[in-house]
């Protein structure tokens, strides 16, 4: 008898022993008997949480499976706790053949159950037992069937050059597609996990592997060591003919005794295009023990890269699962992808400290995983490459949820999950990016160091167990010394949107400055947000620059105006955002601004990025005229390259509220402010510019080859695209730097036409290299005619493309605002057949591409259609109404500004 089950026999037969005595005493007294508590026997489904009375306390998990297969059958055994007496238990399942059932008791007494699934959406089933199961512990058990999930769901299948492999991707609630559970993140046990499979195959889960046994001919049984406790959305799985790519072990330190075993899988033929990922992990999993002064949890580490995934990567404890383009790299991986695969892998290893030892209680806080996760992969990097400058990804973060922030309906961070199907609204820009940028403007308020310690303290105060939000908000309060941070974390998560501080700077004397800060909700022209109902506690800091030299102050907005008086002091400019840190949007009277473009080289690079921001969320909200955006724009020439690329961002909305015979005027303009930058860059040698000046540089290239004047390297670079794809000749994969591959093959689809596109699509059939096959596809759907799109929508429906290839193919073609109405034909003509190619998670996603609608009428009519496919697209309701309200703000802003715009380019 396992120990802990022995000990709650040993309890409970003690408790009969006391009952039994006290029922003599009773009768012989003539005293009423205690009755016995009525079975549980809950009638209604639960929509979200399962109830609290039934707790998992150890699975063991057996299952045979074969990825060339159709599908896999396992047995579970589940120790529960039960608080009282049930003869019907909740608990989720989806779409497994039940073949049996039942209760064992801790005497061996067997009570048989009669499983029910589809109770609830989700995936919510119950098993009700012939006689009531006695509280305290027993154990269900349940054997079963299941096919492999085609949508990246659960166990998986995945096919790349005709050979099947599977994969596992759990989160958020999809292990109940692998095993019967109680799936939910509050429920953390050790799992023991055997899997049989054929010969030759390569097997990894969570655990180290402690034997590999032959068992009956052709299958060998792989059995994995007991997990420390871990949620159900951790367990991982990777079955099939995987290469391996050892590598050394982590070296113990200070923290952990044990050198960490680490290792690398891919498809086959890719297994050294590990090597930089694997090679770089040791540096930043020792710096985040340092960081956590905790030793990595998990015993082992392995990294997979899976030939097909649906997300980023997936932080399963101890077997992280990536998309191949999140972990390989080779020569023909750019600069900005290497960055994005390095932040990604940091990310993941994060989470297994944050996310994986602390767990949050509920999907509501799901952000504390995601938010930290998203901030200490930053971290990380900056601290093993400090020439990378990443202390400005945050902030650039932040930048980029803001969008979604700026809706009317845009939620909160800690945002209620009250069903199954509100539980993948969690997981998007507002979790991830603003949740960071959020933790990074905590931090610097409250120090870095003093930041940490309350980190250190989360991590011994529950290791290997659960919190929500208000017990990490104590731990950084108590960690820092600092308790006022609660009340201001807490304004930021509980409520959606973004501060805006309007803040006037006067001067009633000359040797007295007054600051005048006005607390609003951010609102872009058009929308229906009530800008004056919302207040913040913003840790507010600006920079001052005067007579009596540069400073900065800090205080707590905690009203809606607060006056702030300068004595001594009448500044030349105030920077509202010190150093770039804070979430928030301002704006500021126009002497201010001219002080602040005069004095723009002196902004440090984050202030300088906010500065770009400032200009462009003013023109969207209409407080600042074009010929004052542009003013702007042109002084941010001279300053950091992330303030640069934040400033020409907003250009292809200008392009498109100009009509074709006048755009001729934007390129003038475009060329004559960015092409001195560019050609300066480009003369000078790559070892001479820093990683930012090199995507600078790529940028600038990709900007000037389409809102510029470069015909003569527009051509030149169709020639090389052509050369590329193997339109006269064999393919040449040198002929486009990876930088250049997504401007090559939009000059290629646009001025090459037909034929570029057919031996674009004929040379996708030779590569398997996920990036560049994604980076194809969308470029042809996204630049491509209305034909080229009718054509590649069919042919991924058809062809051998993965499901993330459909949604590409499907958003891209939506976003191409020449032949959007022919995708959107495309896409409601075949919806059904979409839908049942597109992974799991983007079913109910699609809903959004609404978005890319510039007119409420189309926006309108979309949601109508879309109202009807509800059936299809369960938990769409979010993705609807973002897409609906982004496509009426975009209508609105070019109703109120494309005059404005015109004018401008016509002076």
């Known amino acids: 008898m396992h120990p802990s089950r022995f000990r709650a026999a040993l309890a409970g037969a003690v408790s009969l022993l006391v009952l039994n005595a006290c029922g003599n005493a009773a009768s012989q007294s003539g005293a009423d008997l205690v009755s016995e508590p009525q079975p549980v026997e809950i009638e209604v489904p639960p929509a979200g949480q399962l109830p609290t009375d039934v707790t998992p306390l150890a699975y063991r998990l057996d299952l045979k499976t074969d990825p060339d297969a159709e599908g896999f059958s396992g047995t579970v055994a589940i120790d529960v706790s039960l608080a009282a007496p049930h003869t019907r238990i909740w608990l989720h399942s989806v779409e497994q053949d039940i073949l049996g059932a039942k209760a064992v008791l801790d005497n061996g007494t067997e009570i048989p159950a009669t499983f029910t699934g589809n109770q609830a959406p989700g995936g919510v089933a119950r098993l009700d037992f012939d006689s009531p199961v006695p509280a305290g512990t027993a154990t269900l058990e349940i054997s079963y069937t299941a096919p492999y999930n085609l949508g990246l769901a659960g166990l998986y299948k995945a096919v790349q050059?005709?050979?099947?492999?599977?994969?596992t991707q759990m989160e958020p609630i999809d292990a109940r597609r692998m095993v019967p559970s109680f799936d939910e993140p509050r429920f953390k046990t050790p799992w023991s996990v055997t899997v049989t499979a054929p010969d030759g195959m390569q097997v990894v889960a969570n655990g180290a592997?402690?034997?590999?046994?032959?068992?009956?001919?052709?299958?060998?049984?792989?059995?994995?060591?007991?997990?420390?406790?871990?949620?159900?959305?951790?367990?991982?799985?990777?079955?099939?003919?995987?290469?391996?790519?050892?590598?050394?072990?982590?070296?113990?330190?200070?923290?952990?005794?044990?050198?960490?075993?680490?290792?690398?899988?891919?498809?086959?033929?890719?297994?050294?295009?590990?090597?930089?990922?694997?090679?770089?992990?040791?540096?930043?999993?020792?710096?985040?023990?340092?960081?956590?002064?905790?030793?990595?949890?998990?015993?082992?580490?392995?990294?997979?890269?899976?030939?097909?995934?649906?997300?980023?990567?997936?932080?399963?404890?101890?077997?992280?699962?990536?998309?191949?383009?999140?972990?390989?790299?080779?020569?023909?991986?750019?600069?900005?992808?290497?960055?994005?695969?390095?932040?990604?892998?940091?990310?993941?290893?994060?989470h297994q400290w944050f996310g994986n030892l602390v767990t949050p209680k509920w999907w509501n806080d799901i952000w504390l995983n995601e938010a930290f996760a998203t901030w200490i992969s930053y971290k990380t990097m900056d601290g093993v490459d400090?020439?990378?400058?990443?202390?400005?990804?945050?902030?650039?973060?932040?930048?980029?949820?803001?969008?979604?922030?700026?809706?009317?309906?845009?939620?909160?961070?800690?945002?209620?999950?009250?069903?199954?199907g509100d539980i993948l609204d969690a997981f998007d820009s507002i979790t991830y990016r603003k949740g960071g940028s959020v933790l990074n403007m905590f931090e610097t308020y409250l120090g870095e160091e003093a930041f940490r310690e309350g980190i250190r303290l989360h991590m011994r105060r529950f290791e290997d167990s659960v919190a929500d939000a208000d017990d990490f908000m104590q731990s950084l309060a108590d960690g820092s010394g600092q308790p006022d941070v609660v009340d201001a974390f807490t304004s930021y998560i509980s409520q959606p949107g973004i501060p805006s501080l309007d803040v006037a700077v006067s001067c009633p004397t000359p040797d007295a400055g007054l600051i005048t800060i006005t607390q609003q909700r951010y609102a872009p022209l058009g929308s229906d947000i009530e800008t004056d109902t919302q207040v913040w506690?913003?840790?507010?800091?600006?920079?001052?620059?005067?007579?009596?030299?540069?400073?900065?102050?800090?205080?707590?907005?905690?009203?809606?105006?607060?006056?702030?008086?300068?004595?001594?002091?009448?500044?030349?400019?105030?920077?509202?955002?010190?150093?770039?840190?804070?979430?928030?949007?301002?704006?500021?009277?126009?002497?201010?601004?001219?002080?602040?473009?005069?004095?723009?080289?002196?902004?440090?690079?984050?202030?300088?990025?906010?500065?770009?921001?400032?200009?462009?969320?003013?023109?969207?909200?209409?407080?600042?005229?074009?010929?004052?955006?542009?003013?702007?724009?042109?002084?941010?020439?001279?300053?950091?390259?992330?303030?640069?690329?934040?400033?020409?961002?907003?250009?292809?909305?200008?392009?498109?509220?100009?009509?074709?015979?006048?755009?001729?005027?934007?390129?003038?303009?475009?060329?004559?402010?960015?092409?001195?930058?560019?050609?300066?860059?480009?003369?000078?040698?790559?070892?001479?510019?820093?990683?930012?000046?090199?995507?600078?540089?790529?940028?600038?290239?990709?900007?000037?080859?389409?809102?510029?004047?470069?015909?003569?390297?527009?051509?030149?670079?169709?020639?090389?695209?052509?050369?590329?794809?193997?339109?006269?000749?064999?393919?040449?994969?040198?002929?486009?730097?990876?930088?250049?591959?997504?401007?090559?093959?939009?000059?290629?689809?646009?001025?090459?036409?037909?034929?570029?596109?057919?031996?674009?699509?004929?040379?996708?059939?030779?590569?398997?290299?996920?990036?560049?096959?994604?980076?194809?596809?969308?470029?042809?759907?996204?630049?491509?005619?209305?034909?080229?799109?009718?054509?590649?929508?069919?042919?991924?429906?058809?062809?051998?493309?993965?499901?993330?290839?459909?949604?590409?193919?499907?958003?891209?073609?939506?976003?191409?605002?020449?032949?959007?109405?022919?995708?959107?034909?495309?896409?409601?003509?075949?919806?059904?057949?979409?839908?049942?190619?597109?992974?799991?998670i983007r079913k109910p996603q699609i809903a959004g591409v609404t978005g890319y609608f510039c007119s409420v009428r189309k926006a309108t009519e979309a949601e109508a259609f879309l109202e009807e496919q509800a059936y299809l697209i369960p938990g769409y309701e979010r993705s609807l109404a973002q897409g609906i309200e982004t496509a009426t703000l975009c209508s609105a802003l070019r109703a109120q500004k494309a005059l404005d715009v015109k004018n401008f380019f016509q002076q």
């Open 161 to 167: 050059s005709d050979t099947d492999y599977l994969a």
């Open 386 to 420: 400090p020439d990378g400058e990443w202390s400005l990804s945050p902030i650039l973060a932040g930048l980029s949820a803001m969008g979604a922030d700026s809706l009317q309906s845009a939620r909160q961070i800690r945002n209620p999950i009250n069903a199954n």
């Open 537 to 840: 506690n913003v840790p507010f800091a600006a920079r001052l620059n005067g007579p009596v030299g540069d400073r900065t102050i800090r205080q707590m907005l905690t009203e809606p105006v607060t006056e702030i008086p300068l004595d001594g002091d009448c500044p030349d400019w105030v920077m509202p955002n010190a150093g770039g840190t804070g979430y928030w949007r301002f704006n500021t009277n126009s002497k201010n601004l001219s002080g602040l473009i005069s004095g723009f080289d002196s902004l440090s690079a984050g202030e300088q990025i906010m500065f770009a921001d400032a200009l462009i969320s003013g023109f969207r909200a209409g407080r600042i005229s074009t010929d004052d955006l542009l003013k702007g724009l042109a002084a941010t020439t001279d300053g950091h390259p992330r303030a640069v690329s934040e400033g020409f961002a907003i250009l292809p909305t200008l392009d498109r509220m100009l009509d074709t015979s006048e755009t001729a005027h934007l390129h003038a303009w475009v060329q004559r402010t960015y092409g001195p930058l560019a050609e300066y860059l480009e003369s000078r040698p790559a070892t001479a510019l820093s990683q930012q000046e090199m995507l600078l540089r790529d940028k600038l290239y990709g900007l000037l080859l389409e809102y510029g004047e470069r015909p003569a390297e527009r051509r030149a670079l169709l020639a090389r695209a052509r050369q590329y794809i193997g339109l006269a000749g064999e393919p040449d994969a040198t002929a486009i730097a990876p930088e250049d591959l997504t401007t090559a093959m939009k000059v290629g689809v646009e001025d090459g036409g037909q034929a570029f596109y057919e031996a674009a699509k004929a040379y996708l059939a030779t590569t398997t290299n996920q990036n560049e096959r994604s980076t194809i596809l969308r470029t042809l759907a996204n630049r491509g005619d209305a034909k080229i799109v009718t054509d590649l929508m069919h042919t991924v429906l058809k062809g051998d493309y993965s499901t993330d290839e459909v949604y590409a193919v499907v958003a891209s073609g939506m976003a191409n605002v020449e032949a959007q109405d022919t995708a959107w034909k495309e896409l409601t003509a075949n919806f059904e057949t979409v839908i049942n190619r597109l992974p799991e």
């Open 209 to 350: 592997e402690i034997s590999a046994e032959p068992a009956e001919d052709g299958w060998t049984r792989h059995v994995f060591a007991e997990t420390r406790p871990i949620q159900s959305y951790l367990v991982a799985l990777a079955v099939g003919p995987y290469e391996t790519r050892p590598a050394p072990a982590i070296p113990a330190n200070t923290l952990r005794a044990a050198p960490v075993p680490l290792r690398g899988f891919s498809a086959r033929g890719k297994k050294e295009q590990l090597s930089e990922s694997l090679d770089i992990t040791d540096e930043m999993l020792l710096w985040q023990e340092a960081y956590f002064d905790y030793p990595y949890p998990y015993g082992k580490l392995d990294l997979i890269a899976a030939p097909e995934f649906a997300y980023g990567a997936m932080e399963n404890a101890g077997a992280i699962i990536y998309r191949e383009a999140a972990l390989l790299m080779n020569e023909q991986t750019s600069l900005s992808r290497r960055r994005g695969i390095l932040t990604t892998h940091a990310h993941e290893l994060g």
